[in-house]
């Protein structure tokens, strides 16, 4: 979730299920087995193209939020003072991480999700959520209460509005995510969200640098960086208005995208809205994907729909190229359904979709 435009046309969000009563303060327990230690390393920047190493597992740790989201759709939103009659309400699951853990399970990648719910029954529902698509929820923190929520007004032209409550989300420790790291040596990809603490998120990418596994930061909802965050990530993905955000209203051209990445230090990503997506190349080459046209039912998630695939498919092996195009895809479908994780295309789909994009 996040503020307005990402991706195709959309936005970061977040959306909604259950699962069964976690009553103690504490993880919920149900590690992952351990392989071959592997990052997904860039051999090669020929003309932009960066190949992900044949190595990778396909295992994804997502270091981020958890929300219920509470979504009134309306033709427009009222003004100050005004108050409207809505065209519906839908409650759903929601959180950047959250999200981003579904979009990559659903792709196939294996996923953990490290995280901190209240000890509240939209805390009970999460777990049993993340536990539906395949995630594994050992990680995840019950701690004293409220879970976090994310208030979203939908217009009628699919834009967005949203507001982010952390609730029991700040309660996550560095300790909770550097265990988290630690506990697998098959991790392929970490990657972190700015809604959960930065200090959480630099200290498991940190971790995950000394084991040789590749960090992916979306910087949403944007906020300053931790310069210590900073260091220890291998790539930055945000959108168009994070990136305005973050570099105090940088242009998007091709010259100050690369002197932006420079000033970071990473692999930077950069999602458009309606003009599809530009990455620059460790060379210093910029390549732009153009997006599909939808018509937008609701953009809230395609941001998070967007980084969920192509950390899955990093991890799982393709290509840089090949996994903006799959991320690309991905939000693109989201787009043109209402809600969040339940916009995201089917398992099925993505298999669809993964196969033409490999």
């Not at 069964?20 to 351990?34: F, L, T």
């Not at 990455?279 to 910029?286: C, H, I, K, L, M």
């Amino acid at each position: 979730m996040g503020p307005n435009l990402d991706l195709l046309v959309g936005v970061p969000g977040d959306e909604v299920l259950p699962r069964d009563p976690v009553d103690e303060v504490g993880p919920s327990r149900s590690p992952s087995p351990s392989s071959v230690t592997s990052g997904v390393e860039s051999v090669e920047a020929g003309g932009g193209m960066v190949v992900g190493s044949g190595s990778a597992t396909g295992h994804v740790l997502v270091v981020g939020s958890t929300m219920i989201d509470l979504v009134a759709y309306a033709q427009r939103v009222p003004e100050a003072g005004e108050t409207l009659v809505g065209d519906r309400f839908q409650m759903g699951f929601g959180g950047k991480g959250a999200n981003q853990a579904v979009m990559a399970s659903l792709v196939g990648a294996k996923v953990t999700m490290a995280n901190a719910v209240g000890d509240d029954s939209y805390g009970r529902m999460t777990i049993e959520n993340l536990g539906s698509f395949g995630i594994d929820t050992g990680h995840v923190h019950v701690v004293p209460g409220e879970s976090g929520v994310a208030p979203i007004w939908v217009e009628a032209d699919g834009t967005n509005r949203i507001i982010v409550v952390p609730g029991a989300n700040d309660s996550l420790t560095a300790a909770m995510a550097v265990e988290a790291v630690a506990s697998f040596d098959d991790l392929s990809v970490v990657v972190g969200q700015l809604e959960v603490p930065q200090t959480a998120t630099a200290a498991a990418f940190g971790e995950a640098r000394r084991r040789g596994v590749t960090t992916v930061l979306n910087p949403a909802p944007a906020a300053e960086l931790d310069p210590e965050l900073l260091q220890v990530t291998d790539w930055l993905i945000p959108n168009e208005v994070e990136l305005s955000i973050l570099t105090d209203g940088a242009r998007t051209d091709d010259g100050a995208l690369v002197a932006y990445a420079e000033q970071t230090g990473t692999r930077l990503l950069v999602t458009l809205g309606g003009d599809g997506v530009a990455f620059v190349a460790e060379d210093g080459t910029v390549s732009r994907f153009p997006a599909d046209r939808v018509e937008p039912v609701d953009t809230t998630g395609a941001g998070d729909a967007f980084v969920g695939a192509f950390v899955a498919g990093l991890a799982t092996g393709l290509d840089v190229v090949s996994a903006i195009r799959l991320g690309t895809a991905c939000a693109g479908e989201s787009v043109t359904r209402p809600g969040t994780q339940t916009s995201f295309p089917s398992r099925e789909r993505c298999g669809e979709l993964l196969a033409a994009c490999s």
